[in-house]
């Protein structure tokens, strides 16, 4: 198959996020000095408008914390968080009751550590299961965030994803950026945390930043330092975005990968605290969207298309036209399996079970369209016309849809084991015309990062507790494990944000 | 079953490394300052005396760096590397080539590959591909290691492990140590690295050292500030014996679990280097020994029992009689297996299978009789005597007992997939007696560590090179990735060795 560099270097984000490294490896191995004067001193500093920094931030002024910032670098607010899927898991809420599923903490206690294959720290866990039904209803009743069901994502043991009016991530943080500012709590834009600053005790006592910074131009902008004498917590996600860092762990994950993330995931934060001695886990789990289409950017509509259909049409190596994986396996599965064949791979179903598993369904018909339109979907009349705009072999492509339209009709796969649906129809012409997507996986979630303990310390290499250094969601690690489960991370964010506002509240830093 | 923790606190080692760490607790969170004067000058400090610190010692001697040091915490030379299988890899030299194995560096990098599924840096691996063979003549003309066969181990395509004739690890350790003294390199054992010293741009001067230090005591021996001009090479291992250390990373592996590794394999030098802002990768990777006994210590003897008679006897769970794991499964099914159940399990043989395959094969008849005699290994006449010993319900064992009996004789095996082999005959009373004997994993090798480049330079979190601070070995992480290929850690630990003693050479200090 002839396939062109453009689609990766397309994206954009991934050249971004190298360019900024190559700067980045300019900048001192070490950590930034003491100032002899402080610009601005604070109590409490947190880096990060997603779903753990605003919701620290709002924690911390209800508990009493007087003077909070709230910085980051991007020029828009809301991180990772503002194009989530917008809902949050709770276990045993009141909504859930009047829905009728029974639930409780200990129930999704033992599906994060079960999902998390042995590797979740399980009094991250057991915090997170034990304050998610609270961490709803604030949520709820004091931010103002509306709820519309309960659903279910895989891999929990009941309905208990907490869904939002809005059907994403803005759902959550339009509230708590409003109540930011009800309570007047500054968020502050364009500021990049450049270091964090330690004493020679090991104590944190504030970080040099650049205002006016412009992602991702390093050494943009204008040094200040700020002092917080309550502590500084990293709530800045994780390094999706950020080559480099991901091919350390991961050397799988070249530029040729994409992600789902907004271009400032690139990790700095999490670097920074490695420079002062700050342990990381579990940071080679990388998970991999394997729905993603390499003719559209960032998390697009494709998988939208693709996840209703997997079951329905088979995805193959256009080199050789042979399918690869069982299709309906998991989203690690998947996404290994055309990573092992290297280049795009090529899903199609024909319209009859487009139009009755997706179109119309979870995606409206003016959505389809544009994906038509913008030509990340093609249309043929034949399974000829289908092969030859994606250089497949013919004869191969005809011999291998036959045996999947048998596997189908004999709803069993000897091959891969996919799981067929009792109203898939066979892709054929007579059911066709064909619709037809390249599939290549995206970065789209960092399970590791920095080391911390149940009231979101940081934690140093030797196991010890950097004094006034907290973190919190994707920028930590030992949460989840290998898998996290869908809306889990959510309620992460938002705990252990929530946890480190008391954290800074109770902490005295050494005068 | 009725399980006691004695077998676990026997261990020892793990508690000896619990009692070390609750002592470096209290240590600072900060590295130590730039001394006022300098115990000593050197011209190349070397941490650690197993293959890859001794390597990079007669490697620097032979291209003319004149002052070497090499230290180790421990009261005797040789690290884990003296009690090693006593073998090393090599792809392509003339011992293989006498015994009609065509070998060469691509195919040993590939199957590295292979076997780190995806996470090896290729860089690493390729690095020790194209070094085997000229590693493998030095050791053999150089340095006087005695080989006597070419040997093949699980994941290689073909025989390429170099066995040598003291058939352990000290058959390398002994020449090189005897190399050592030939050279005049002084090795100063009990000999503690408390914290690597850099200036404040971040470069790596020296070392403080604790001398006459006494394993494992916090703070025992004398203060001493070492000087390295050309540079500090960590050698020091992994960290298997420090349960802290491993938990965070796979909270699994408690203090439940022994190791096979000599009770020094506690990783400070892995965390000093941590406090600098290295980098380390592929941490949770830790590889578990499943074919070890509770009832022993160490790697131990039952390794050599257990192993070649996979497939012939069933390992059960005593707490209901039943199989759980396809016994020939690799080291990490197996062990994930036991560990998952939770306690230690049962694997038995009769007589005829474990003479036919085990005794008087890899395992003499002497030591099969001490292993009798001190009670890892029991006889029993009958099933229910066996069942009666580890209390396992008598009559579920009868059941899959039989039914074991049965797809062995079918050579099918439809719940596990256990691999039969045409020798083996059914486990009954009249080929008795019975042999039985405890399976508990034991933590074996840490794939991860401090990320280097393929110059043994150690790489800091915002992956610029550390002046002046070199790593190899087991200390190091990226080069195997998942798992690693029996034989090629031993080539690993020497090539890096002796390229870390080339860079320190090339490594001019800024002054």
Avoid at 330 to 350: L, Q, S, W
Wanted: glycine share 10%; with cysteine.
């Amino acid at each position: 198959m002839e396939f062109s560099r453009r689609h990766f270097l397309g994206a954009g984000s991934a050249l971004a996020a190298a360019g900024l490294m190559s700067a980045a490896g300019q900048a001192s191995a070490q950590t930034a000095k003491v100032p002899a004067k402080w610009d601005e001193t604070v109590d409490f500093l947190i880096v990060g408008t997603g779903f753990a920094g605003l919701a620290a931030a709002l924690e911390a002024h209800q508990i009493g914390i007087k003077n909070v910032l709230v910085i980051d670098k991007m020029p828009t607010p809301g991180g990772n968080s503002i194009i989530n899927g917008g809902a949050v898991a709770a276990a045993g809420t009141d909504m859930q009751k009047k829905a009728g599923i029974s639930d409780n903490p200990d129930l999704l206690y033992s599906d994060i550590l079960r999902a998390g294959g042995g590797l979740a720290h399980p009094e991250l866990a057991r915090h997170i299961a034990d304050e998610s039904v609270e961490n709803f209803y604030w949520l709820r009743d004091k931010i103002g965030v509306q709820f519309e069901a309960v659903t279910y994502h895989g891999g929990h043991s009941v309905k208990r994803s907490h869904s939002v009016t809005a059907h994403m991530g803005s759902g959550f943080i339009n509230p708590m950026l409003a109540k930011c500012k009800e309570y007047n709590i500054p968020i502050q834009l364009r500021t990049y945390l450049e270091d964090i600053i330690e004493d020679d005790k090991g104590v944190v006592l504030g970080a040099k930043v650049r205002t006016g910074y412009r992602f991702p131009r390093a050494n943009s902008g204008k040094v200040k330092y700020i002092r917080a004498r309550n502590g500084v917590l990293l709530a800045a996600g994780g390094f999706a975005q950020n080559v480099t860092m991901r091919m350390s762990h991961d050397p799988r994950l070249t530029a040729a990968f994409g992600s789902t993330n907004q271009p400032g995931a690139t990790g700095e934060a999490l670097q920074d605290a490695q420079f002062l001695g700050a342990n990381t886990v579990h940071m080679d789990w990388i998970q991999l969207g394997p729905w993603t289409s390499p003719d559209e950017q960032g998390f697009g509509k494709t998988p939208l298309l693709t996840e209703p259909l997997v079951g329905y049409g088979p995805m193959v190596d256009p080199a050789n036209a042979k399918r690869f994986v069982q299709e309906t396996g998991n989203r690690k599965v998947r996404a290994d399996a055309i990573v092992a064949i290297g280049h795009p791979v090529v899903m199609y179903a024909c319209a009859k079970n487009v139009f009755g598993q997706a179109v119309g369904k979870n995606m409206s018909k003016e959505m389809f369209d544009s994906l038509l339109k913008s030509g990340v979907v093609h249309e043929f009349k034949t399974l000829k016309d289908l092969a030859a705009f994606y250089k497949i072999p013919y004869d191969a492509l005809v011999a291998e849809n036959d045996k999947f339209n048998g596997y189908m009709k004999a709803m069993n796969d000897p091959q891969f084991h996919t799981k067929f649906f009792k109203d898939g129809v066979p892709n054929t012409e007579a059911n066709g015309p064909f619709y037809a997507w390249r599939l290549w996986p995206r970065v789209h979630h960092c399970m590791g990062g920095l080391e911390i303990n149940n009231k979101a310390q940081v934690l140093d290499a030797r196991h010890n507790v950097i004094p006034g250094l907290f973190a919190a969601g994707e920028v930590t690690g030992g949460v989840h494990g290998m898998v996290r489960l869908g809306t889990v991370a959510v309620a992460d964010c938002m705990i252990f944000g929530r946890t480190a506002a008391r954290s800074a509240k109770a902490y005295k830093q050494p005068m």
